[in-house]
């Protein structure tokens, strides 16, 4: 798996979300990122390393930087 991380990358994590949802859309990139769950719309933001691990897998990928 790639640690490329790009702005409207749609992951999928290892747990899901309260609400059911495991598909969280990438809003921003930076050190910290910021994702927003697909199904509820809660924001959540993370530093890089919990992030990398919490992702199990990238659904489609953003458009090219």
């Known amino acids: 798996m790639t640690a490329e991380i790009r702005l409207g990358d749609i992951v999928a994590t290892r747990k899901p979300h309260p609400c059911g949802g495991s598909e969280w ?3 921003r990139v930076g050190a910290d990122i910021k994702m927003r769950c697909n199904t509820c719309g ?3 933001m993370l530093d890089r390393e919990k992030f990398l691990r919490r992702r199990r897998e990238v659904l489609r990928q953003g458009p090219t930087p």
């Open 25 to 27: 859309t990438v809003t």
């Open 42 to 44: 809660h924001v959540v």
